[in-house]
């Protein structure tokens, strides 16, 4: 017997999550998790690898749902379900940019849930094969990965999201980091004249394409640690070939025999 669809929330009202969750559970749905920000969602989307995700559209935090769908279909290819009281034409149409399985209009009503969720599920299942692997690989791998830090910024430089081992890598709660600029975060230094490396990111943006630091570089974080790495940064590209986000990958060097 395959296992019950795990369906992630994003929702910052508690009664809405509540009322969708047993209109879901009711059916033989798993909930997988429930977020209330934005920039919560693409890190638990990663965590979690949930079969959908249903996402208010207006948020608390600073990542709409819009833009927190585009990243999690986009980087995950995980299926959305779009939640709204928007009646305005102009911002429903932003939705479509984030390439919806659905939208369900509040009030909404068991059977608009559960019909929406089931078709949502079926058409992504035809779908899945021509997406392939989304722009990071295996999802897992990359979250239990304990040699190679991973921090994803998006076109502002703000961190979108980073690995579990990147937490530790750049000593700092998740929470912290989340939706601040890179720099706020960690120096890039060359590590024998101690001077600070010109900024990779906005180059690789503008260049799309990567640049590798694999000798002399070092990074220091706001607790002053100061590690020794491989430093590589890349454009990672939307469906359509469009700038989506820059990846920064960090891996620590040995120390000399």
């Not at 969750?21 to 890190?43: D, R």
């Not at 722009?135 to 076109?155: C, F, H, S, W, Y």
Request: neutral net charge; glycine residues 6%.
């Amino acid at each position: 017997m395959p296992a019950a669809p795990r369906i992630l929330i994003v929702d910052d009202d508690t009664i809405i999550t509540h009322l969708i969750s047993t209109m879901l559970q009711k059916k033989g749905y798993t909930i997988a998790g429930i977020v209330a920000k934005g920039e919560e969602s693409v890190v638990k989307a990663a965590e979690l690898n949930p079969d959908l995700v249903i996402m208010d559209v207006t948020l608390a935090g600073t990542m709409d749902g819009m833009d927190a769908a585009h990243y999690i279909f986009q980087l995950f290819h995980c299926p959305i379900i779009f939640i709204t009281g928007i009646s305005d034409e102009e911002k429903l149409e932003r939705l479509t940019c984030s390439r919806p399985y659905g939208i369900i209009f509040k009030p909404f009503t068991a059977i608009e849930i559960n019909t929406s969720v089931r078709l949502a599920l079926y058409n992504h299942s035809t779908r899945v094969t021509l997406l392939g692997d989304g722009p990071l690989g295996d999802t897992r791998k990359m979250m239990d990965n304990t040699r190679e830090a991973v921090i994803l910024l998006d076109k502002r430089g703000r961190i979108i999201f980073l690995n579990t081992f990147a937490t530790w890598f750049v000593d700092i709660p998740q929470q912290q980091a989340l939706m601040r600029h890179w720099r706020d975060v960690l120096m890039i230094i060359n590590d024998q004249t101690g001077e600070e490396v010109k900024d990779p990111v906005t180059e690789v943006a503008a260049q799309m394409a990567g640049i590798l630091y694999d000798t002399n570089t070092a990074i220091v974080t706001t607790t002053s640690k100061r590690r020794k790495v491989n430093l590589a940064v890349r454009p990672v590209k939307d469906d359509r070939d469009r700038l989506l986000a820059v990846l920064i990958s960090l891996k620590e060097k040995p120390p000399k025999a």
